[in-house]
């Protein structure tokens, strides 16, 4: 009797070590909740980084990343800072940083720059699938031709995203919700501003600046704490990891892109916190590397084109040595692609 007992107890644990160790390989994401300096703190879901201050009357909180993040970061500020969320401020409104904020509406005002509500726009629903951009892959999945993309049909990425992109919930994609994007899961900031603006709460102050135009987004915001000399800054730089794979180039723009790194370089050079969307917490000299890798990316693309190389050619033979022990390096010879649309379109 004992021994069955054992055994079936045994039996049970094995199992439930099993399953534990299946969900944790499968799914559970890495979280963690980090002090910058005072009352700021920064938020981890695996890559995505956002950041919070945390002042008597409620908390000023960055992105929300996405829904699964957001309802396990809202127990820990409530369980550690029992206040409220009182404003969620957007970087920019790509779905992979801005989903989630459901979770904090029935206490936060939504804030954001005024391009923002442009992009979260459905375009027409005569759409076709896009042919170029991020998800243009989408098109190759139309197995039966016809213009939409159903969840059976759809793999990678499109998949994966597949509820963020289904806006109406119909079970199948048409060209307006690829082309827009997945951001089903993006609540529309009530609150909007076209250069600057000011959020103040508790006695504490939050300055929001749009960057301007460029290829990544035209709704870029950096959000800068000036008391804890801290800045938040998403995706148009990122710290110890290459820019993201073709660097939309679709969207051309990319002068403006490299005049608005130098001008954040020059900004960050003021604040002694610089927290990334991707990468780890730094300061102004990360800023100074980001731009060195896209100055020695441009450089190596020119002069495979002056050389009379192919993009072929220069997509398997371009290497930048002194970053290939950053994050994404693999994306290298997207990034070459990139740039030598930048540099030919
Ligand atoms: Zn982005």
Redo the contacts with the bound molecule.
Sequence with gaps: MNIIRILALTGLVLSLGMSSVTIAQQQSPTRSITQITGDLYRGQNNNHFTVFLVTDEGIILTDPINTGFASWLKSELDARFDVPVRYVLYS?H?G??ASGGDVFADTAQFVGHENMLNHLAMPPESTPLPLEGQYAIAATMDANGNGLIEQDEASGAVLANFIGFDANGDGMLNGAEVLRGPLSEVRPPETTYSTSTVISLGGKEVNMTWVGEMN??MDMSVITFPEERAMHI??FVTFQRLPYREMDFENGLFDEWMAAIQQWEATAKEYDFISP?HGPLGDASDVTQWRRYLEQLRNAVAQGIAAGQSLEEMRESIEIEEYSDWNGYSWLHENVLGMYHFLTD
């Design positions: 920019h790509h992979d940083h990544h987004s998403v995706d969307g």
